[in-house]
């Protein structure tokens, strides 16, 4: 079975998530020994995220997902579904 590695992004003023702002994903992906990497985010992926992420995604031992794009409205309404995440990051 697959393991992937999620990482979940709320921008507040909803701009775009920047590479800048994800630490060293290939780094985590080899770290955790996972299978591929999965970017969930309210705000917009720029131009140095994806071409990173394509980059991850062209080597053959890693896959990633660039083509969720949530609303805030979406990712609010997980949240209440999952109120233990939530709470976790002191979101409620």
């Known amino acids: 079975m697959p393991y992937y590695i999620v990482q979940c992004k709320y921008k507040e003023d909803n701009g775009s998530l ?3 702002k994800m630490g060293d994903i290939g780094t985590t992906i080899a770290q ?5 990497y999965i970017v969930m985010t309210n705000g917009i992926l720029d131009a140095t995220l994806i071409d990173s992420l394509e980059g991850l995604s062209n080597n053959q031992r890693f896959r990633t997902d660039i083509g969720s794009q949530h609303t805030r409205t979406q990712l609010e309404h997980h949240l209440d579904l999952n109120p233990d995440i939530a709470k976790e990051f002191h979101l409620i």
């Open 18 to 20: 920047t590479r800048s």
């Open 32 to 36: 955790y020994d996972a299978d591929g």
